[in-house]
């Protein structure tokens, strides 16, 4: 099928901030508010007593809505193995320009106890496991 997207070109040299040079106005690497997805990932995350705790291994856009839902945060491990994954409530998450990483509001304790997964795993192909996350962290809408 046909489409009307332009060929791909070198837009700007890697990590810059500029705009497209096109002049379209369009933000495609950072801008003072908004974030590439592939610059937030790889971030790291800190407790509120800036501990390093770990990095963002992604986040999850609701669908329906185009919100991000919730920032998985990768933990221990050493070269990618023995890593355990902790998704998170997206507000849970801000952002440190001290730290020039996010600061995660949520104690060491809590966060030990909080749904996980491991490497390879994919715990949202379970309809349930966001309802367990937004339950855990007290999110959770009540049905009218």
Do not use: C
């Not at 332009?6 to 003072?32: C, F, Q, S, W, Y």
């Not at 800190?46 to 963002?56: E, F, I, K, N, P």
Request: glycine fraction near 14%; aromatic fraction near 10%; charge should be negative.
């Amino acid at each position: 099928m046909p489409t009307d997207l332009p060929n791909e070109r070198p837009i700007r040299p890697a990590g810059t901030l500029e705009l497209d040079p096109k002049g379209e106005g369009v933000a495609i690497d950072e801008t003072p508010r908004l974030i590439a997805s592939d610059k937030v990932e790889g971030t790291a995350a800190y407790d509120a007593d800036g501990a390093h705790l770990g990095t963002v291994h992604n986040f999850m856009v609701d669908k329906v809505s185009g919100q991000v839902a919730y920032a998985v945060l990768s933990f221990g491990g050493f070269l990618g193995l023995g890593e355990s994954y902790h998704p998170l409530p997206w507000r849970s998450l801000r952002y440190s320009v001290e730290l020039g990483g996010y600061v995660v509001d949520i104690d060491k304790d809590t966060l030990a106890r909080a749904p996980t997964h491991g490497a390879g795993e994919d715990p949202f192909a379970d309809p349930a496991f966001g309802g367990r996350l937004d339950d855990y962290y007290g999110g959770r809408r009540s049905a009218i």
